[in-house]
T-cell receptor, first 111, second 114 residues
Framework: RKEVEQDPGPFNVPEGATVAFNCTYS??????FFWYRQDCRKEPKLLMS???SGNEDGRFTAQLNRASQYISLLIRDSKLSDSATYLC????????????FGKGTKLSVIP | NAGVTQTPKFQVLKTGQSMTLQCAQD?????MYWYRQDPGMGLRLIYY???????DKGEVPNGYNVSRLNKREFSLRLESAAPSQTSVYFC?????????????FGPGTRLLVL
């Protein structure tokens, strides 16, 4: 089983739609969880961290289910500018600096 | 602040040639990283440096060497390039915020090995 798995998509959604991405991770000892965003031919940028209690940043909501080893990202009221690849990222090694990246889910928001 | 900068942006090499990819950060971060990103593979860690003077192997270190020249700079060297090293290379640095490491990436170097 791959360490971090995501549905590669693409997800093609109309403007204003709500879209959800899922991610599973294999290491139950994983400590930290993140969503990064990567625009075409650009570098990844941190979108948000994911906390056990769930967290929200504007139109974006991230949730973590440690029992199921599952992370989700919900985007409400999609904008054209949300079109990007969303990377699920896990720090699987406590006390280390190594992040494991999923392959990403591509989102295209259509006018 | 420029953040994380990388040079060159693009490079074409012939098999067997050597080159060094440069990375610098002006955020006073202790930790720095080199990743490669290939289609369908996601980002994979090549080497990292937790602090000035230390370097450690990541997931895919074979064929690469690194140097943490000082706190700002972390270079990646390909001694004898191979077509399998055609990739996009990202450098990153990180800071500890609220108990979590946040990584900031450079714009990347696109390398083609013929």
């Amino acid at each position: 089983r791959k360490e971090v798995e995501q549905d590669p998509g693409p997800f093609n959604v109309p403007e204003g739609a709500t879209v959800a991405f899922n991610c599973t991770y294999s290491n139950s000892a994983s400590q930290s969880f993140f969503w990064y965003r990567q625009d075409c031919r650009k570098e990844p940028k941190l979108l948000m961290s994911v906390y056990s209690s769930g967290n929200e940043d504007g139109r974006f909501t991230a949730q973590l289910n440690r029992a199921s080893q599952y992370i989700s990202l919900l985007i409400r009221d999609s904008k054209l500018s949300d079109s990007a690849t969303y990377l699920c990222v896990v720090n699987s090694r406590a006390g280390s600096y190594q992040l494991t990246f999923g392959k990403g889910t591509k989102l295209s928001v259509i006018p | 602040n420029a953040g994380v900068t990388q040079t060159p942006k693009f490079q074409v090499l012939k098999t067997g040639q050597s080159m060094t990819l440069q990375c610098a950060q002006d955020m006073n971060h202790n930790s720095m990283y080199w990743y490669r990103q290939d289609p369908g593979m996601g980002l994979r860690l090549i080497y990292y440096s937790a602090s000035e003077g230390t370097t450690d192997k990541g997931e895919v270190p074979n064929g690469y060497n690194v140097s943490r020249l000082n706190k700002r700079e972390f270079s990646l060297r390909l001694e004898s390039a191979a077509p399998s090293q055609t990739s996009v290379y990202f450098c990153a640095s990180s800071e500890l915020t609220g108990g979590e490491e946040t990584q900031y990436f450079g714009p990347g170097t696109r390398l083609l090995v013929l």
